[in-house]
């Protein structure tokens, strides 16, 4: 899946992810901060960088509105990893360790929007 072709088509942007391209392209500045601040401390796999980090172009998902795209349509539809990952052209473990971490940078990306729902506890 690629956002770029995908945005030329509105109504199945809408459908994967449940965003139009204006909403999606709100998200994406602040996902993309969220990604770059964790991704300069940490790997994918959650460990301390010992390095420093740099965007290789041969990543499985190596732009930052994929890597929005992914998880939002992974959320939206849930669909087996398995599935996921043969529609994004990687194995189903990496497609997993995506799963375990991009939600979590959603989440901080709506959170600093003020997206996130009000919830009394």
Known sequence: MKYDRIRKKPTQLLSLTGFDVTEFETF?????????????????????????????????????EDKLLFILS???????????????????????????LLPDILCRTLKTLGELPDRNH
């Open 28 to 64: 994406l500045p602040t996902f993309k901060h969220h990604w770059e601040k964790y991704h300069s401390h940490f790997t994918l796999s959650g460990k301390i960088r010992e390095r420093i980090t740099y965007n290789r172009k041969t990543g499985k998902i190596p732009l930052i």
């Open 74 to 100: 992974y959320l939206k539809n849930n669909p087996l990893q398995e599935y996921h990952g043969a529609a994004c052209n990687m194995s189903q473990p990496q497609c997993n360790k995506r799963i375990c």
